[in-house]
């Protein structure tokens, strides 16, 4: 499969995961047996693939929606102090 197609389909999971508004820590493996199962079937890949494209598709997904806070600067706040 070439790079380009591949990418497509991690932001189209990542883009369904989005629309469903599922948490990015979200752990149930009901839930996160959709997202496999639709990459299996609707872009017709093996298990194997299904699985690795779902995990890429999750990570992307997560850093999407990652606080883009610097610890550094807001040590405080996790009650990590620098000295």
């Not at 591949?6 to 752990?27: A, C, N």
């Not at 639709?38 to 693939?49: C, P, V």
């Not at 690795?52 to 997560?62: D, T, V």
Request: cysteine-free.
């Amino acid at each position: 499969m070439d790079e380009s197609k591949y990418k497509s389909q991690i932001e189209r999971l990542s883009s369904l995961m989005t629309h469903d508004k599922l948490s990015p820590d979200e752990q149930d493996i009901n839930i996160l047996k959709k997202y496999y199962d639709f990459a299996k079937t609707n872009f017709k890949l093996s298990d194997e693939a299904a699985l690795q494209l779902f995990y890429e598709a999750l990570l992307f997904f997560k850093l999407q929606n990652v606080d883009a806070s610097d610890p550094l600067q807001d040590a405080d706040k996790f009650g990590g102090g620098f000295s």
